[in-house]
């Protein structure tokens, strides 16, 4: 990632870390998520947890019965509690939605990872296997599935959707750096969708200019073997404009000539196909099998009765 989006991810998690949940239940719940942390996370989490852990009055948060964090009492329990015997437990089926989020918010800040790099959006958890799989479960349930898989003995749950990882930043309560995340991402599909609009235009007119060169050559080398001369009404009709107009599409020869599109293509088509078999018949294009030929009106675009090499 470059330096910004470095600094954009930063800016998120601690936005998100200095969240202070207004329930009891749900601050027990975020402290309940932030075990385990990466040993590299482990000093910030701690802060967290040891903020979490008092409430306005400064008594400590105790896990009771109607709590849906199991165990001892949280007071000042931190990543360590990850490998004690009374390590805080979410229990997830019995927690109301507000809880579940300081869940998932505590499990981002000590387990998950946001990049950014070369404008794709990758968000991850780093996870025990059984958590992992747990974790999906639990992830579908807010309508944001994800997928996990095995990586060096450990589970790992990924997000590569930019709408779902946008969607999941907001319900843990991004708002500043997330805007800022949306912004950027709004400004790259922008850039992206001019960049197709371009090279799409770049291509049509290289193709076009190709075809106008193919073109202007035939009705030279027809002119110059005096069969342009021979050529129907409408197919000279069609080659003077050509010349006298070398980048105009189709439409805008039919336009100022007044006949239909297709007609203005197939005069050219065909001037193209007799100069390169000369010996092709004026005024009559291949139908069938053999030598049959059928006349063509080129002035209406449509095949006459007449055929050529039939008994």
Same mark, same amino acid.
């Not at 912004?183 to 007119?205: K, T, Y």
């Not at 409408?234 to 980048?247: H, M």
């Not at 088509?269 to 005024?283: F, N, Q, S, T, V």
């Given at each position: 990632?470059?330096?910004?989006?470095?600094?954009?991810?930063?800016?998120?998690?601690?936005?998100?870390?200095?969240?202070?949940?207004?329930?009891?239940?749900?601050?027990?719940?975020?402290?309940?998520?932030?075990?385990?942390?990466?040993?590299?996370?482990?000093?910030?989490?701690?802060?967290? =947890?040891?903020?979490?852990?008092?409430?306005?009055?400064?008594?400590?948060?105790?896990?009771?019965?109607?709590?849906?964090?199991?165990?001892?009492?949280?007071?000042?329990?931190?990543?360590?509690?990850?490998?004690?015997?009374?390590?805080?437990?979410?229990?997830?089926?019995?927690? =109301?939605?507000?809880?579940?989020?300081?869940?998932?918010?505590?499990?981002?800040?000590?387990?998950?990872?946001?990049?950014?790099?070369?404008?794709?959006?990758?968000?991850?958890?780093?996870?025990?296997?059984?958590?992992?799989?747990?974790?999906?479960?639990?992830?579908?349930?807010?309508?944001?599935?994800?997928?996990?898989?095995?990586?060096?003995?450990?589970?790992?749950?990924?997000?590569?959707?930019?709408?779902?990882?946008?969607?999941?930043?907001?319900?843990?309560?991004?708002?500043?750096?997330?805007?800022?995340?949306?912004?950027?991402?709004?400004?790259?599909?922008?850039?992206?969708?001019?960049?197709?609009?371009?090279?799409?235009?770049?291509?049509?007119?290289?193709?076009?200019?190709?075809?106008?060169?193919?073109?202007?050559?035939?009705?030279?080398?027809?002119?110059?073997?005096?069969?342009? =001369?021979?050529?129907?009404?409408?197919?000279?009709?069609?080659?003077?404009?050509?010349?006298?107009?070398?980048?105009?599409?189709?439409?805008?020869?039919?336009?100022?000539?007044?006949?239909?599109?297709?007609?203005?293509?197939?005069?050219?088509?065909?001037?193209?196909?007799?100069?390169?078999?000369?010996?092709?018949?004026?005024?009559?294009?291949?139908?069938?099998?053999?030598?049959?030929?059928?006349?063509?009106?080129?002035?209406?675009?449509?095949?006459?009765?007449?055929?050529?090499?039939?008994?």
């Amino acid at each position: 990632m470059t330096t910004a989006e470095r600094d954009l991810v930063a800016s998120l998690r601690v936005e998100l870390a200095a969240i202070d949940p207004p329930r009891k239940c749900c601050r027990a719940a975020e402290l309940a998520g932030l075990v385990g942390a990466f040993e590299r996370r482990r000093r910030t989490v701690t802060r967290v =947890a040891l903020r979490l852990s008092r409430v306005r009055s400064g008594e400590a948060i105790d896990a009771t019965a109607d709590s849906p964090v199991g165990g001892s009492s949280l007071s000042g329990a931190g990543p360590a509690a990850s490998t004690s015997a009374g390590r805080p437990q979410f229990e997830w089926s019995r927690a =109301a939605e507000h809880c579940r989020v300081s869940y998932l918010r505590g499990r981002f800040l000590a387990h998950g990872s946001l990049s950014l790099a070369s404008g794709r959006t990758h968000l991850e958890f780093v996870l025990p296997p059984d958590e992992a799989r747990r974790l999906c479960e639990q992830l579908g349930q807010f309508e944001m599935p994800a997928r996990w898989r095995h990586r060096r003995g450990r589970g790992v749950v990924t997000w590569k959707s930019v709408e779902t990882v946008v969607t999941f930043l907001k319900i843990l309560g991004g708002s500043s750096a997330l805007l800022e995340l949306e912004s950027r991402q709004v400004s790259r599909s922008v850039r992206g969708d001019l960049n197709r609009v371009i090279n799409a235009e770049s291509a049509n007119l290289g193709r076009a200019v190709a075809a106008s060169a193919r073109q202007l050559e035939a009705i030279g080398a027809l002119e110059a073997g005096g069969r342009l =001369a021979e050529q129907p009404y409408t197919i000279r009709l069609v080659a003077d404009a050509r010349r006298e107009e070398p980048e105009a599409t189709f439409t805008d020869l039919a336009e100022r000539l007044s006949l239909h599109r297709s007609t203005v293509q197939r005069a050219l088509e065909r001037i193209e196909r007799l100069a390169i078999h000369p010996d092709e018949r004026a005024g009559t294009r291949r139908v069938g099998r053999g030598n049959r030929r059928r006349s063509h009106d080129w002035a209406t675009g449509r095949p006459g009765d007449r055929t050529f090499g039939a008994k």
